[in-house]
């Protein structure tokens, strides 16, 4: 038979293997602990949605829109979207289960985007977000809370000092639309040194041209007209509110008033954490107000905040900071057994020390061979100690236990196996 061909994973779409995940997992562990104690809920949200829900959510002219997502026609012809984002399936939802009206929600979500974009270093076409979304509540100190919940991640784990928050306001619709008039007016004078990018943005998202990457977009921009100039005094108000809660718990923030946002439906504050450590991609975790999404989704009037976290991203810094990051031993016991009929003893005895240890972590060794070979695997597994059951211990109802990192071994009755265990390991 020829070779068959390889099937590869698709670009921009990663495996984590099984050396990543403890990291992984252990991210995702500070993060929920965290939500957890601000009393925060998780809701769990389907992948994909109806197209219509992220064209009317994000915005008919985000770059996400126009050209990243990844939809398709369902067999009835429906066309459906893998989600890049998680706030408008999570409005949808609350929309959909009476969680919105009149009612206070603390929620987050997390999983895998999807975004076909180019893919890079921080930058994938399937990616992981950790979101949080808050509805219902107007004021400013909820924007606060939710800042400090995700300074108090960084903090637990060890990034702290390597991220700065940016923060502004971009006001209400209005507000942005008068600026916006102000805005293309300057654009439109300086028109022949826009990219063509920017020139295309400058009529249908002009706010985006304010997020050019193109160093000479953004020295063009200093001249610009500001959008904090167009706030009235309820934003300002708000964003002054956020800054005193901010101030008062030693939050460090710079004001960009450059700073907005890819997606449409933000409205007064926005924010981003970014750091130096990653290169371009170095937002690792971005939010804001939306108090006309819920409505614009067909629910009743009702102010929403949220935030995201690009995990991938995350992770990087993580590992960046902390290159040796090793997640707790993966197992304790490696169980090995040899000889006749071992192995259904082996296996009786591995289940009786899970039931007596709970937090015991053994693994039994399956497919037979030299007792070298099973004790090599047993290093191989990271493991503490090596647990020996062979036809001499099979009859004296014993069993053997090695150190191995000492290499200091001890012959113990089976009946005592469990006790003398647990004293070791704790
Ligand atoms: P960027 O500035 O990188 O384009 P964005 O403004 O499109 O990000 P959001 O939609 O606000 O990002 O998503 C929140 C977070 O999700 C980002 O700050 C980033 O950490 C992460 N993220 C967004 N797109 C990607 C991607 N394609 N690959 C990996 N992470 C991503
Ligand atoms: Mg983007």
């Known amino acids: 038979m020829t070779k068959a061909k390889k099937i590869q994973a698709i670009r921009g779409m990663h495996d984590s293997l099984p050396a990543e995940t403890a990291l992984w997992q252990h991210v995702e562990d500070v993060v929920k602990r965290v939500l957890s104690r601000y009393g925060y809920s998780e809701i769990r949200l389907p992948i994909v949605e109806q197209s219509q829900l992220f064209k009317r959510a994000i915005g008919e002219m985000t770059d996400v829109v126009e050209k990243e997502m990844y939809s398709f026609d369902d ?28 009612q206070q929600q603390r929620l987050w979500y997390i999983g895998p985007m999807f975004r076909h974009e180019r893919p890079q270093k921080g930058r994938y076409r399937q990616f992981h977000q ?5 509805f219902g509540l107007f004021g400013p100190d909820i924007d606060a809370e939710l800042i400090m919940l995700t300074a108090r991640c960084w903090r637990e784990l060890g990034i702290a000092d390597h991220v700065e928050l940016e923060l502004n306001s971009i006001g209400s619709l209005q507000e942005r639309a008068r600026y916006r008039d102000a805005l293309v007016a300057f654009l439109e004078i ?30 063009l921009l200093h001249d610009a007209p500001v959008l904090s100039e167009y706030l009235d005094e309820k934003s300002k108000q708000h964003f002054a509110g956020l800054c005193a809660f901010l101030d008062q718990t030693n939050i460090k923030y710079k004001v960009n008033p ?19 450590n990653l290169g371009a991609q170095g937002t690792i975790c971005a939010g804001g107000r939306y108090d006309e999404l819920v409505e614009q989704l067909g629910g009743q009037a009702t102010p929403g905040i949220g935030f995201s976290m690009g995990l991938e991203r995350l992770i990087l810094l993580v590992q960046a ?31 009786d020390l899970r039931n007596k240890i709970p937090s015991l972590k053994l693994m039994t060794h399956h497919g037979g061979g030299k007792i070298a070979r099973q004790f090599s695997r047993a290093e191989q597994c990271g493991a503490r100690f090596a647990l020996v059951l062979g036809s001499n211990e099979l009859s004296t109802r014993k069993v053997t236990l090695k150190n191995l990192a000492i290499g200091e071994q001890e012959t113990v009755q089976q009946a005592d196996i469990a006790v003398r265990l647990a004293k070791l390991l704790t």
């Open 75 to 102: 067999r009835n012809g429906e066309s459906l979207t893998l989600r890049p984002e998680g706030t408008a399936g999570c409005i949808r939802a609350g929309i959909e289960h009476g969680l919105l009206y009149n």
């Open 130 to 134: 950790l979101g949080a979304e808050v």
């Open 190 to 219: 300086h028109k022949n040194k826009l990219d063509e990018d920017c020139q295309r943005r400058m009529y249908f998202n002009p706010l985006r041209v304010l997020d050019s990457k193109n160093p000479n977009i953004q020295q």
């Open 258 to 276: 450059r700073l907005v946002r890819g997606l449409d439906y933000y409205n007064h504050t926005v924010f981003e954490w970014i750091t130096k």
């Open 321 to 351: 900071i902390n290159p040796n990051f090793t997640a707790a031993k993966m197992i304790d016991v490696y169980l090995i057994a040899s000889g006749e009929g071992t192995q259904s003893a082996a296996m009786q005895l591995a289940e």
